[in-house]
């Protein structure tokens, strides 16, 4: 039903060497945490953990994850951005 553009996540952690990766989904989405996480892990050397906090759209990003050592983003808001419609975003934290 969504495409969660899995390869293209899993792409970006081996790209970046992410050790520690972060995936925060607005809660429509957070029953696919699991499967994606361990498709994330089937293919990556990442830890993965996953955000249960609030996520109400594009702008929401739980950046306080840093703290915890958290290498990459990966954020699905619910509604895009006005300008590009964009509902997905890679955020490089180190």
Known sequence: MYNLETKKI???????????????????LKPKAEELQKEILKET????????????????LPL????????LLIHFGHAGWQD???????????
């Open 84 to 94: 590009g419609g964009k509902r997905e975003y890679i955020i490089d934290l180190k």
């Open 64 to 71: 306080e994850v840093k703290r915890l050592g958290v290498d």
């Open 45 to 60: 050397n990442a830890n993965v953990i996953l955000w249960g906090g609030s996520c109400y759209g594009s702008c929401d």
């Open 10 to 28: 899993i792409c970006e952690i081996k790209k970046t060497n992410s050790k520690l990766v972060c995936l925060n989904l607005p809660d429509g």
